[in-house]
C-alpha cells in the first residue's frame, strides 16, 4: 500500500529561522512526489514536484530513496509563507495526500 | 480569467436534502476530480474522470454520483445529506493524472 506521512500536524517557526517540513512515503514503484500549498482560505496550488529540480519562494525538497522521504525546506522563513502544506505522491493512478503540516510564521 | 471554478462557495443544508456542486475549468484539461477536505484539513480523492468517463471511485458511498456532461464540466450531486458530509469539497483538474493538479476555490458544505 502507499502512504503519505507528514508527522507534524503543526509547525511553528520565528521569521528567519529555518523551516523543514517532513514528509516520508511508503511507495514500491519510482514515485513521483509533489507538494502543494493552500494559504488561509485560498485553493489549494501546487508548490513544487520533485521531477522539476525547481526553487519556489526559496523552498526546495530532495528525493531521497534512502530514507524515502520529500522534506520542504526553506533557509529563512516568512511570514508570508504561513499556510497549510501537503505532501503528495502519485501512485496507481491518483494523488495521495499527507495528512498536512500546518506553518506559522511568527514576527 | 482561466482557471477551475466551483458553485456555490458556500452551502448549509438539512439533513436528508439533496444538493449539488458544479465544476467548470477552461484550461483544456482532459481529467477532472473530486476531492474532500474533512474537519482535520485531511484531502482525500473522491472520484476521477478522464474524457467525461469515471476512472477512479474511492469506496465514495454511491449517494455521491459525478456527472462529467463534457470535459470541461463535473458536477457532484449528493443525496440524502448526512451529518458527516460536513466538509470542503473541492474539484481539480489537469492534462493527465500525473501532471500538475490545478484546484477550484472549494465549497464548504455544512450539514444540520
Known amino acids: 500500500a502507499q502512504r503519505v506521512t507528514q508527522p507534524e500536524k503543526l509547525l511553528s517557526v520565528f521569521k528567519g529561522a529555518p523551516v523543514e517540513l517532513k514528509c516520508n512515503y511508503s511507495?514500491?514503484?519510482?514515485?513521483?512526489l509533489f507538494w502543494y500549498v493552500q494559504y488561509s482560505r485560498q485553493r489549494l496550488q501546487l508548490l513544487l514536484r520533485?521531477?522539476s529540480r525547481e526553487s519556489i519562494k526559496g523552498f526546495t525538497a530532495d528525493l531521497n530513496k534512502g530514507e524515502t522521504s520529500f522534506h520542504l525546506k526553506k533557509p529563512f522563513a516568512q511570514e508570508e509563507d504561513s499556510a497549510m502544506y501537503y505532501c503528495?505522491?502519485?501512485?496507481?493512478?491518483?494523488?495521495?495526500f499527507g495528512q498536512g503540516t500546518e506553518l506559522s510564521v511568527k514576527p | 480569467d482561466t482557471a477551475v471554478s466551483q458553485t456555490p462557495k458556500y452551502l448549509v443544508t438539512q439533513m436528508g436534502n439533496d444538493k449539488s456542486i458544479k465544476c467548470e475549468q477552461n484550461l483544456g484539461h482532459d481529467t477532472m476530480y473530486w476531492y474532500k477536505q474533512d474537519s482535520k484539513k485531511f484531502l482525500k480523492i473522491m472520484f476521477s474522470?478522464?474524457?467525461?468517463?469515471?476512472?477512479i471511485n474511492e469506496t465514495v458511498p454511491n449517494r455521491f454520483s459525478p456527472k462529467s456532461p463534457d470535459k470541461a464540466h463535473l458536477n457532484l450531486h449528493i443525496n440524502s445529506l448526512e451529518l458527516g458530509d460536513s466538509a470542503v469539497y473541492f474539484c481539480?483538474?489537469?492534462?493527465?493524472?500525473?501532471?500538475?493538479?490545478?484546484f477550484g476555490p472549494g465549497t464548504r458544505l455544512l450539514v444540520l
Open positions: 520533485h521531477i
Open positions: 474522470y478522464n474524457n467525461k468517463e469515471l476512472i
Open positions: 481539480a483538474s489537469s492534462f493527465t493524472e500525473q501532471e500538475t493538479q490545478y
Open positions: 503528495a505522491l502519485f501512485g496507481w493512478g491518483k494523488l495521495i
Open positions: 511507495y514500491s514503484g519510482s514515485p513521483e
